[in-house]
């Protein structure tokens, strides 16, 4: 606290070095104190459907206090993948699904703006050579309102 009050207050000539470091600290004060208010996802905005060339998509259907529920599916030719989770720790825009019966089987979600990167690592119960990692886009959300003609 001592660091941050030699910030606000006036400075001498010889403190004006000083004061300029103070300028970033107190900068970068400010950015950590609005970042999880602001958050470059907020929860509320990542519900929706992320989709990746090729097919595979996932959702995250349900979004609580620090937890997302995923519903991932992957394909590649007629082999299949499809994992359902329950609800998983959000922790700074990373969550990590690893099923209770697959030591071996991990798939860390990161998510940004308006995508969200996987990596999978293990087989996880997928088909042959379906893997999910990848780089997955945020669909438009089909339930906001859609701009009508009226035919006159």
Do not use: H
Not at 15 to 25: D, E, H, K, T
Not at 64 to 74: I, P, Y
Not at 100 to 128: E, M, N, P
């Amino acid at each position: 606290m001592q660091a941050i009050r030699d910030c606000v207050r006036p400075a001498s000539r010889r403190q004006l070095r000083l004061r300029r470091s103070c300028a970033w600290s107190l900068t970068s004060l400010l950015l950590l104190l609005l970042l999880p208010v602001s958050g470059f996802c907020a929860q509320s905005k990542l519900v929706g459907k992320y989709t990746k060339a090729g097919g595979n998509y996932f959702t995250v259907s349900s979004v609580q206090e620090g937890e997302v529920q995923l519903s991932m599916f992957g394909s590649y030719r007629e082999n299949t993948c499809t994992i359902e989770t329950g609800a998983l720790k959000l922790s700074e825009g990373v969550v990590t699904y690893q099923p209770s019966d697959d030591k071996d089987c991990t798939v860390r979600v990161t998510f940004r703006k308006d995508s969200a990167t996987v990596l999978q690592q293990g087989i996880c119960d997928c088909g042959l050579n379906v893997n999910l990692s990848g780089k997955y886009r945020r669909q438009p959300d089909s339930k906001s309102p859609k701009k009508t003609t009226s035919p006159n």
